[in-house]
């Protein structure tokens, strides 16, 4: 656990510094290339980089999407943890093919619940709580 918690820590400030320095590193990475070429690879690399951050915000959208969704379909059929289930899912979405292992997963955690019956309401009702509607009783009050 301490050295998992000791990599996600390591793994959140060399990500930060990397954001924090990314044009001073894109410098250096273009003062590299041959001044003749420089002009061409800096446009090429400004389009990769760019392309690259659309790919990554669009993957971070669909694992957001996809954590939401299946919180609410958690809560919708009552099964338990449905948060901490649905932050799951949206963590996995990120790695390839974890959606598939998230969704194993929470398969298998919602088949430990038992379904509730599907009875309508006025099934559990006795006789004298029901309406004295003539929807609910086959005689109208209008008829007695």
Known sequence: MFGALADFLIV???????????PRIR???YRLVPHS???RAILIGDQVFAKVGAHVLGNVVISVIAGVATF???VIFDVPYPLLLGIFVAL????PFGSSVAGFIVAAVALTVSPRP?????RSMSRSDWP???????RSSAAR
């Not at 959140?12 to 990314?22: G, I, P, Q, R």
């Not at 996995?92 to 790695?95: A, F, K, N, R, S």
């Not at 599907?118 to 006025?122: I, S, V």
């Not at 004295?132 to 086959?138: E, L």
Request: aromatic residues 16%; positive net charge.
């Open 72 to 74: 609410i379909w958690l």
């Open 27 to 29: 410098a250096t990475l």
């Open 92 to 95: 996995l979405d990120l790695v």
């Open 37 to 39: 070429r420089r002009p």
């Open 132 to 138: 004295r509607t003539t929807y609910w009783c086959p």
């Open 12 to 22: 959140a400030v060399l990500t930060v510094y990397f954001l924090v320095d990314l």
């Open 118 to 122: 599907a009875l309508p309401r006025w």
